[in-house]
């Protein structure tokens, strides 16, 4: 079956960069795109951006272009989402999510989120 | 950006109503509109992709549809697990951006 599985908790203090990591399996990894999506705590879904594992290409929503990073490694079928800069606006859940067709027929999977959490 | 209007924020409604829940586009996306179902904690569910299409498992009492920038989605007869927050989002152009939920509440 279809997983992705996300790392763990993180705490960082502000101006740090956390990483974070999602693996996929049940399905062949290049043929997806991965999205990410953060959620601060009561609020709303925010996309980040999208890698397509296929080629490597991104695109990324213009609030986080220059701070954000997407990577994935198809030798262990792992995506990964670099944030620097960390302010406490930043303190959410991130999601991976799986889509095809740059997200024309949705994200239909999704890892079960990690927290970070920005404090001083 | 293309911005989601969604509405209501909030809904109270009982088992076995039929209710509607609306997001509206800031501009044309054709049909490239989703909807999600999150329950607190959880992360979110696709239901419908591509305006009206059913995405699979999912139960034929949730539907969706368009009309023009507008979009409906509907479900025909509460359920007691139906009780969740739903997102509209579009992925028509980058960035992908989520309206900002409807909470569906026991009445």
């Known amino acids: 079956q279809v997983q992705l599985v996300q790392s763990g908790a993180e705490v960082k203090k502000p101006g740090a960069s956390v990483k974070v990591s999602c693996k996929a399996s049940g399905y062949t990894f290049s043929s997806y795109g991965i999205n990410w999506v953060r959620q601060a705590p009561g609020q709303g879904l925010e996309w980040v951006g999208w890698?397509?594992?296929?080629?490597?290409?991104?695109n990324y929503a213009q609030k986080f272009q220059g701070r954000v990073t997407t990577t994935t490694d198809t030798s262990t079928s792992t995506a990964y989402m670099e944030l620097r800069s960390l302010t406490s606006d930043d303190t959410a859940v991130y999601y991976c999510?799986?889509?095809?067709?740059?997200?024309?027929?949705?994200?239909?999977?999704w890892g079960q989120g990690t927290l970070v959490t920005v404090s001083s | 950006d293309i911005q989601m209007t969604q509405s209501p924020s909030s809904l109270s409604a009982s088992v076995g109503d039929r209710v509607t829940i609306t997001c509206r586009a800031s501009?044309?996306?054709?049909?490239?509109l989703n909807w999600y179902q999150q329950k607190p904690g959880k992360a979110p569910n696709l239901l419908i992709f591509?305006?009206?299409n059913l995405q699979s498992g999912v139960p034929s009492r949730f539907s969706g549809s368009r009309s023009g920038t507008d979009f409906t989605l509907t479900i025909s007869s509460l359920q007691p697990e139906d009780f969740a927050t739903y997102y509209c989002q579009q992925s028509a152009s980058t960035p992908h951006t989520f309206g900002r939920g409807t909470k569906l509440e026991i009445k």
């Open positions: 999510a799986r889509d095809i067709l740059f997200g024309r027929k949705g994200l239909d999977y």
């Open positions: 591509a305006a009206s």
């Open positions: 501009q044309t996306i054709s049909s490239f």
């Open positions: 890698i397509s594992v296929y080629n490597g290409d991104t």
